[in-house]
T-cell receptor
């Protein structure tokens, strides 16, 4: 069974600084997708960034980038130039590429605080 | 619609009552998912629909949980004889197809007293 582990329950960063959130996962599959989702206090889950396992190049979206290490089954999120609006719960998630179901498997989350 | 909507946003039920939670997906989205998010945890998959067909219900925790999507649009998650352990936020997500991004609703916070 696939599992996703986030070992940092809470993290804190100063505004304008850089922070890295960790995620590891376990799977026997070779093709899959990985995601980082942001969940602000309002609870609406928002996709931050996604990575296809077959792509060696790390995904980037503006201030957000990932460090995808397939052999180590590691998928960390780097937030550069942190802003107050980045404060939220961040979830790492895994999904198979398709088939009978498309369910997301989530980690337990990392609560990010941004200090002004 | 602008996004996935869910109602009610908050629901308080006495133990043993039945509840029904509604999800309105984004118009035209074929796939619809329900997740359960306990306090301080990540969401956990409950069930999945493609149009009106329920293709995966492996995450439903007991036979007290039932979901339907009769016309392939709005979905209802029903919980019968609620128990305290059912207290959680129930999230609905929809996607254009099986392989596209899932868009989440704001969730329904269920509290069972």
């Amino acid at each position: 069974a696939q599992t996703v582990t986030q070992s940092q329950p809470e993290m804190s960063v100063q505004e304008a600084e850089t922070v890295t959130l960790s995620c590891t996962y376990d799977t026997s599959e070779s093709d899959y997708y990985l995601f980082w989702y942001k969940q602000p206090p309002s609870r609406q889950m928002i996709l931050v960034i996604r990575q296809e396992a077959y792509k060696q190049q790390n995904a980037t979206e503006n201030r957000f980038s990932v460090n995808f290490q397939k052999a180590a089954k590691s998928f960390s999120l780097k937030i550069s130039d942190s802003q107050l609006g980045d404060a939220a719960m961040y979830f790492c998630a895994y999904r198979l590429p398709g088939g009978a179901t498309n369910k997301l498997i989530f980690g337990t989350g990392t609560l990010l605080a941004v200090q002004p | 619609g602008a996004g996935v909507s869910q109602s009610p946003r908050y629901k308080v039920a006495k133990r043993g009552q039945d509840v029904a939670l509604r999800c309105d997906p984004i118009s035209g989205h074929v796939s619809l998912f329900w997740y359960q998010q306990a306090l301080g945890q990540g969401p956990e998959f409950l069930t999945y629909f493609q149009n009106e067909a329920q293709l995966d219900k492996s995450g439903l925790p007991s036979d007290r949980f039932f979901a339907e999507r009769p016309e392939g649009s709005v979905s209802t998650l029903k919980i019968q004889r609620t128990q305290q352990e059912d207290s959680a936020v129930y999230l609905c997500a929809s996607s254009l197809s099986l392989v596209n991004e899932q868009f989440f609703g704001p969730g329904t916070r269920l509290t069972v007293l």
